[in-house]
């Protein structure tokens, strides 16, 4: 069974950088897909990066591409999301979630996605 732990949130400055931890519990962590979503007060939860098991393709929302970036470590069996020239609207509990099986797609449906961390928020301002 995986599980799923989050570490890093934190306040920040518009502009500053932060780097969001997923640590994955589970006999072989580097079979599992890992998809980052985020949730703001009054919205609802969007998928923000996904790094595929299957091939290590990494997937990004297109209001993230190019700022975040989305790398494992399979040594500390963590997957990790950078996060540079945060934005207000970037404020959010960030969640990191698997299937329960290893081998998942990052494009299947949300449901699909059934293993889920505590979250942890991230808080952007002046």
């Known amino acids: 069974q995986v599980q799923l732990v989050e570490s890093g949130g934190g306040l920040v400055q518009p502009g500053g950088s932060l780097n969001l931890s997923c640590a994955v519990s589970?006999?072989?962590?580097?079979?599992?897909?890992i998809k980052w979503f985020r949730q703001a007060p009054g919205k609802e939860r969007e998928g923000v990066s996904c790094?595929?098991?299957?091939?290590?393709?990494?997937h990004y929302a297109d209001s993230v591409k190019g700022r975040f970036a989305i790398s494992r470590d399979n040594a500390k069996k963590t997957v990790f999301l950078q996060m540079n020239s945060l934005k207000l609207e970037d404020a959010a509990t960030y969640y990191c979630?698997?299937?329960?099986?290893?081998?998942?797609?990052?494009?299947?449906?949300?449901?699909?996605?059934?293993?889920w961390g505590q979250g942890t928020p991230v808080t952007v301002s002046a």
């Open positions: 979630a698997s299937d329960r099986t290893p081998w998942g797609a990052c494009q299947q449906p949300f449901y699909q996605f059934a293993v």
């Open positions: 589970a006999l072989y962590p580097d079979h599992y897909t």
């Open positions: 790094i595929s098991s299957r091939d290590d393709k990494t």
